[in-house]
């Protein structure tokens, strides 16, 4: 069992930054393929960035330059720095931490919303 638990979220104006913590707690944090996703409003869930256990990390083009994925598997925490915000990445980010094989599993957080401002 892993539980996931994001902090860091708020409001802030366009071009700011904030920075996205994810707390999991659990043996298999360091196995595990380590996601943040988003949500707005009336849209699906889509993958922001990514971070397998072995640090290949992927992103959505519309947040590379801007958005930087990293983990401390001393701290069982995965964190999301993200720079130049814009309006359009105001959504409720959720963390996800995964794995594909033995043991299959896909754990979520709560959710933070991350609001900004024009």
């Known amino acids: 069992q892993v539980q996931v638990v994001e902090s860091g979220g708020g409001l802030v104006q366009a071009g700011g930054s904030l920075r996205l913590s994810c707390a999991a707690s659990?043996?298999?944090?360091?196995?595990?393929?380590m996601g943040w996703y988003r949500q707005a409003p009336g849209k699906q869930r889509d993958l922001v960035a990514q971070i397998t256990s072995t640090g290949i990390i992927k992103y959505a083009d519309s947040v590379k330059g801007r958005f930087t994925i990293s983990r401390d598997n001393t701290k069982n925490t995965v964190y999301l720095q993200m720079f130049s915000l814009k309006p359009e990445d105001t959504a409720v980010y959720y963390c996800?931490?995964?794995?594909?094989?033995?043991?299959?599993?896909?754990?979520w957080g709560q959710g933070t919303q991350v609001t900004v401002s024009s």
């Open positions: 996800n931490a995964a794995r594909s094989t033995g043991p299959v599993y896909s754990y």
């Open positions: 659990g043996s298999l944090f360091s196995r595990s393929t």
